[in-house]
C-alpha cells in the first residue's frame, strides 16, 4: 500500500516508522523542506544551538537507552558541524543516524551555496553512508541506515537527502525486506573456538576478564556477572565498560591502562591468559605493545572481525556477539565443572587481592586546604549514588569520574573514550535525560570542555530538559598542565584559562548559569561540597550548574606515560609500585 506524498513528507514517516521518537537538530535552507512535515509529527524535534550538539546529544540518548539516537542538520557547514560526533560515535561504537540536507541534486558539484560533498567527508568516520536524489528511495535508505546503526558492531550512519528529493512527489512505501547484500555481522561465534577458548582458561593459572565497551552494547553484563563468578577471574574493565561489572564485586580490580588502578595493570602484564570480550587493546590500555603482557596468551572475542589481531596477536580468535560469546563460555566451562574440571587460579586471586589492598586508589588532599577534585567527585558519586547517569569532558575531570565514582550498573558512565572529544559532556548529558527522563543525570565537565559546548544549556532550559553540570574549575586545561608539568620541566604554554594574575574570573560561571535559565551555584570551601551537591540534586524543574572552584596542581594517578611500557607505571608521583612477584 502506497501514498503519494513529498520526499519531505516520506522522510519523516520513514522515521516515525523506524521507531524514532526524538531528534536533535538545526533547520536550515536544504533541509527546511522535512521541517515542515515534522511540525506535524509525533516526533520530538529538541532544537540544539550548535550541530555538533545535536550530534553529541544522539550519542549521550543512545549510550543511555541502546537505541539509535538520530540528528538532523542542513547542508555545508550545518553537515560539517557533524563531523565530531560522527567520528566520535565511530570510534567508540554508538549507534547513531544523521540525516543532512544536500543541495539539489542538478547543483551537486557545482560549488552551490551551503554545498559540502559530506558523504566523501564522513566515508572514513562512518560505518555507511547514503547519497539520496531519489525520492523514491528514502524509505529504504532510512531503514537500512537503521539496520547497519543498530546491527554487528554498532555505529553511525549518515542519510544526505538533496533538497530537490525532498521537494518532489514521490509514493511512500516502507520496505518489507532491506537490500543489503554482503551485510552479513556474524554473531554467533564458532563452537571449536569457544571450546579452544575454555580449554586455555582451564590450563591458565593467571588469567583475566579484560573486558571492554562491547559488553555493554551487547547488553551483556548478565552473562559477564556468570561467567566471572563460575570462574573466579580477576575482571578488568575499560573506559568504555564502566558499569559492565559492579564496581563493588569482589572479583573487580577496575579500570587498566594509562590512568588504570595497579591491580588492573598488574593483572594485564603478569596475566598467562587474557580473555578479551568487547576490547580492542587500545594503546591507552596496552601502553608500549611490545612490553605488553608478555607471558599472555590471547582469547579475542568481538563482533568485528578488523579488530581481533590487529594489535595484538589472538591465539584464539572469536567473531561473535559478546553476549553469545560469554553465554557459550558459561556452557562450555560449566559441562567442564560438571565433569569435574576447574580452573586453579587461587594463588593468582590471592596475590591480585594483596596488590588491590596495598595500592588502592587515592588522592592527597590540598595542604592550603582548598578543594580536592577529587574529592568533589566522589562525594557527588555518593551522593548522587549508582542509579544516576554521569557524563564527562575529556582530561583529568573525565579519569578522576573514571576513577572515584563507583559505577554498579551499564549505561551509566557516558564518555568519549575513544577521540577523546573536549565538548561532549553537556550535550551528552542532554541526550541522556531525554532519554531516560524520570534518571537523575550529572554532567562532570572540566572549564576548559564546558566552554566548548555550554551554549546547550539554553536548549535545556528552553525544552525543559533538567541536567545537572558540574564544573571542576581549575582555571586550566588540567591534563595539558599536568603534562607539561612531568614532562615539559612545568613551562605551561597557553593551559591557563584565566587573566594572569587577574581578580576577576572570565566567565562568571554562576552569572552565565542564571542567563542561560539555569540555576546556578559555586562551591570552594571542603565543608560546603556535600550540602551544595543535595542542593543540586533537589532541583529538578530547571537545569543546575554548581562551579566547583577546584585546586589547580591536583594530577592524575596512576598513570603510566604515554609510549612506555605498563611495567613502569607510578601510583603517584616518583613512586612506582613494589609488590613480590615470588607471590605468584
Known amino acids: 500500500m502506497s501514498e503519494q506524498v513529498t520526499g519531505a513528507q516520506s522522510l519523516i514517516k520513514s522515521l516515525e516508522a523506524a521507531g524514532v521518537t526524538d531528534v536533535f537538530g538545526i533547520p536550515g535552507g536544504a533541509i527546511l523542506p522535512a521541517y515542515d512535515p515534522l511540525m506535524d509529527s509525533s516526533i520530538r524535534h529538541i532544537l540544539v544551538r550548535h550541530e555538533q550538539g545535536a550530534g553529541h546529544a544522539a550519542q549521550g540518548y543512545a549510550a543511555a537507552t541502546g537505541r539509535v539516537g538520530v540528528c538532523m542538520a542542513t547542508s555545508g557547514p550545518g553537515a560539517t558541524n557533524l563531523v565530531t560526533p560522527l567520528a566520535d560515535a565511530h570510534m567508540d561504537s554508538v549507534p547513531l543516524v544523521a540525516v543532512t540536507g544536500q543541495v539539489g541534486a542538478s547543483m551537486i558539484g557545482t560549488d552551490a551555496f551551503q554545498e559540502a560533498d559530506i558523504r566523501?567527508?564522513?566515508?572514513?568516520?562512518?560505518?555507511?553512508?547514503?547519497?539520496?536524489?531519489?525520492?523514491?528511495?528514502?524509505?529504504?535508505?532510512?531503514?537500512?541506515?537503521?539496520?547497519?546503526?543498530?546491527?554487528?558492531?554498532?555505529?553511525?550512519?549518515?542519510?544526505?537527502?538533496?533538497?530537490?528529493?525532498?521537494?518532489?512527489?514521490?509514493?511512500?512505501?516502507?520496505?518489507?525486506?532491506?537490500?543489503?547484500?554482503?551485510?552479513?555481522?556474524?554473531?554467533?561465534?564458532?563452537?571449536?573456538?569457544?571450546?579452544?577458548?575454555?580449554?586455555?582458561?582451564?590450563?591458565?593459572?593467571?588469567?583475566?576478564?579484560?573486558?571492554?565497551?562491547?559488553?555493554?552494547?551487547?547488553?551483556?553484563?548478565?552473562?559477564?556477572?556468570?561467567?566471572?563468578?563460575?570462574?573466579?577471574?580477576?575482571?578488568?574493565?575499560?573506559?568504555?565498560?564502566?558499569?559492565?561489572?559492579?564496581?563493588?564485586?569482589p572479583q573487580h580490580l577496575g579500570m587498566p591502562g594509562m590512568h588504570g588502578t595497579v591491580a588492573a595493570v598488574a593483572a594485564l602484564q603478569k596475566s598467562d591468559l587474557i580473555i578479551s570480550l568487547g576490547a580492542r587493546f587500545d594503546d591507552r590500555v596496552t601502553g608500549n605493545l611490545d612490553s605488553f603482557a608478555p607471558g599472555a596468551k590471547v582469547v579475542h572475542a568481538d563482533i568485528d572481525p578488523a579488530e581481533i589481531g590487529k594489535n595484538r596477536h589472538a591465539d584464539v580468535p572469536i567473531v561473535g556477539d559478546c553476549r553469545e560469546v560469554i553465554s557459550d563460555l558459561v556452557v562450555a566451562l560449566t559441562a567442564e565443572s560438571d565433569a569435574g574440571t576447574t580452573g586453579d587460579y587461587e594463588q593468582w586471586v590471592q596475590f591480585l587481592a594483596g596488590v588491590k589492598q596495598k595500592y588502592a586508589l587515592g588522592y592527597d588532599l590540598p595542604t592550603d586546604g582548598s578543594l580536592s577534585p577529587q574529592y568533589v567527585i566522589e562525594r557527588l558519586g555518593s551522593i548522587a549514588g549508582p542509579e544516576a547517569i554521569y557524563t564527562s569532558g575529556v582530561g583529568q575531570h573525565q579519569m578522576w569520574a573514571a576513577q572515584f565514582i563507583g559505577y554498579e550498573h551499564p549505561n551509566t558512565w557516558l564518555n568519549s573514550g575513544g577521540l577523546g572529544t573536549m565538548g561532549y559532556s553537556v550535550p551528552a548529558a542532554m541526550g541522556?535525560?531525554?532519554?531516560?527522563?524520570?534518571?537523575?543525570?550529572?554532567?562532570?565537565?572540566?572549564?576548559?570542555?564546558?566552554?566548548?559546548?555550554?551554549?546547550?544549556?539554553?536548549?535545556?532550559?528552553?525544552?525543559?530538559?533538567?541536567?545537572?553540570?558540574?564544573?571542576?574549575?581549575?582555571?586550566?586545561?588540567?591534563?595539558?598542565?599536568?603534562?607539561?608539568?612531568?614532562?615539559?620541566?612545568?613551562?605551561?604554554?597557553?593551559?591557563?584559562?584565566?587573566?594572569?594574575?587577574?581578580?576577576?574570573?572570565?566567565?562568571?560561571?554562576v552569572k552565565l548559569a542564571d542567563a542561560y535559565g539555569c540555576v546556578g551555584l559555586s562551591c570552594e570551601a571542603p565543608g560546603d561540597v556535600d550540602a551544595t551537591i543535595e542542593k543540586a540534586m533537589e532541583i529538578n524543574d530547571v537545569p543546575v550548574v554548581v562551579d566547583f572552584r577546584v585546586h589547580r596542581d591536583a594530577m592524575v594517578w596512576p598513570m603510566v606515560a604515554a609510549g612506555t611500557s605498563n611495567d613502569d607505571i607510578k601510583y603517584a608521583r616518583d613512586l612506582a609500585p613494589d609488590f613480590d612477584e615470588d607471590d605468584l
Request: proline share 8%; net charge positive.
Open 120 to 249: 566523501g567527508i564522513t566515508m572514513p568516520i562512518t560505518k555507511h553512508n547514503f547519497l539520496v536524489t531519489d525520492p523514491a528511495e528514502i524509505p529504504q535508505k532510512v531503514a537500512e541506515a537503521f539496520h547497519i546503526a543498530s546491527t554487528g558492531r554498532p555505529g553511525p550512519v549518515l542519510v544526505d537527502v538533496a533538497k530537490s528529493a525532498l521537494q518532489a512527489m514521490t509514493d511512500y512505501r516502507w520496505p518489507t525486506e532491506l537490500q543489503l547484500p554482503g551485510y552479513r555481522p556474524v554473531t554467533k561465534p564458532h563452537a571449536k573456538q569457544i571450546r579452544e577458548a575454555a580449554r586455555l582458561a582451564l590450563e591458565a593459572r593467571r588469567p583475566v576478564l579484560y573486558v571492554g565497551g562491547g559488553v555493554i552494547r551487547a547488553r551483556a553484563h548478565r552473562e559477564l556477572r556468570v561467567l566471572a563468578e563460575l570462574t573466579g577471574m580477576p575482571v578488568v574493565t575499560t573506559l568504555m565498560a564502566r558499569g559492565a561489572f559492579p564496581d563493588s564485586h
Open 432 to 509: 541522556a535525560k531525554v532519554g531516560m527522563p524520570d534518571t537523575t543525570v550529572w554532567s562532570i565537565d572540566g572549564d576548559g570542555c564546558f566552554q566548548m559546548t555550554n551554549q546547550e544549556l539554553a536548549t535545556c532550559a528552553i525544552e525543559g530538559i533538567p541536567i545537572k553540570v558540574a564544573i571542576i574549575n581549575n582555571e586550566s586545561l588540567g591534563m595539558v598542565r599536568q603534562w607539561q608539568t612531568l614532562f615539559y620541566n612545568e613551562r605551561y604554554s597557553n593551559t591557563n584559562l584565566q587573566r594572569h594574575g587577574g581578580p576577576v574570573r572570565i566567565p562568571d560561571f
